[in-house]
């Protein structure tokens, strides 16, 4: 029950990542707001939550609304009164080269991976401010600290959330918040065998995923979100006490090689 108590934002927790974090906090005793477009799914990992025996409620918001953002914090602050943990999990993956990624694209991938994540932190951070107390997560990537090929817009993405982060975190280490980044490499979500999840792309398979990870992961395979979520709660809980402006790498040694 490391979490007891406590009150944690999770953005983009319906399925992945987020959901494995979510189910996560709950069993480690946090009442949890969730978030994401998908209600359907919301509501799912809203009862699933739930039946671990902790308050939980999905907010339908689209993270690129100021005014969405502002409606969870709201929401959160009239069910518990009170703002522990946020999770900036929301993200989309997109691909291209300098060149080749229309502006579109970039624009959409700056208003979620990037601006979404300052915009909640801006409404948080004052509560916490307040409390006294307050850890933020936000979701990077391997690609926060390295780059790649062929995924230009996302990397420039996940690389400002790198640095946002440490700024954060020298900014408001003296008020009591923390600020930290989850950092995973490539983790096997069920949104990956949807079509379309990958632009243009067909939905990728199992076998056909397991083998690319063999070919160039040091450990030989993706990671799983339960994985990740583990990395989610030590940065989240006090077991990390003394962590702030720390980018956790969690990629089967990847940015090792």
Known sequence: M?????????????????????????????????????????????????????????????????????????VALKEFDQIDILFNNAGIVTNGTADSTPDDVWQDTLNINVTAVWHMCKLVIPQMKKQGRGVIVNNGSDWSVVAGKNAFPYIMSKGAVGMMTKAMALDHAREGIRVNAVCPGDTFVDRWMEKGYFEGSDPVTIDAAMKESSEYIPMGRFGQPEEIARAVLFLASDDSTFVTGHLLLVDGGNTAQ
Not at 27 to 48: C, S
């Open 2 to 74: 490391k979490l007891k108590n406590k009150t944690a934002i999770i953005t983009g927790g319906t399925s992945g990542i987020g959901k494995a974090t979510a189910l996560l906090f709950a069993e480690e005793g946090a009442n949890i707001i969730v978030t994401g477009r998908r209600a359907e799914q919301g509501k799912a990992v809203e009862t699933e939550c739930r039946q671990k025996g902790v308050r939980c409620v999905f907010v339908e918001a689209d993270h690129t609304k100021l005014g969405d953002c502002q409606k969870v914090v709201d």
